[in-house]
C-alpha cells in the first residue's frame, strides 16, 4: 500500500506531506517503466504487479534491482549508440 501512496506524489498536483520515501520511490519506480519497455523479466515482473497477480515487492528481486540500479551503466544499445560523423567512417588511403 505504501508504494501506491508513493506513486501519488511524483506529481506536484498531488496535496499533503509526501513521504520520506516518495523521492527515492518515484525514481525507482521511473526506471523500472523504462526497464519495462527493454527487458521481457522486468515487463513480466510489471505486468504481475499491474495486475494485481504479484505484490509490488517483487519489484526489488535481486534480478530487477540489479537492473534499475545499472541503467545507463551499461553499453548503450545499437539504437542509443552515438552515430560517427561521415568523415570518421570512411577508409583512409
Not at 12 to 20: D, I, L, N, S, Y
Not at 62 to 69: D, E, G, K, S, W
Not at 77 to 83: C, I, K, L, N, Y
Amino acid at each position: 500500500m505504501e508504494t501506491v501512496l508513493a506513486e501519488d506524489f511524483r506529481y506536484e498536483q498531488a496535496e499533503g506531506k509526501r513521504p520520506f520515501r516518495a523521492k527515492p520511490m518515484g525514481w525507482y519506480t521511473s526506471r523500472v517503466y523504462r526497464l519495462a519497455r527493454q527487458d521481457e523479466h522486468v515487463s513480466r515482473r510489471f505486468l504481475q504487479v499491474m495486475h494485481l497477480m504479484e505484490m509490488p515487492t517483487i519489484l526489488f528481486e535481486p534480478y530487477v534491482l540489479r537492473r534499475v540500479l545499472t541503467l545507463g551503466a551499461e553499453a548503450p544499445s545499437p539504437v542509443e549508440r552515438p552515430t560517427e560523423p561521415a568523415s570518421a567512417a570512411q577508409p583512409t588511403g
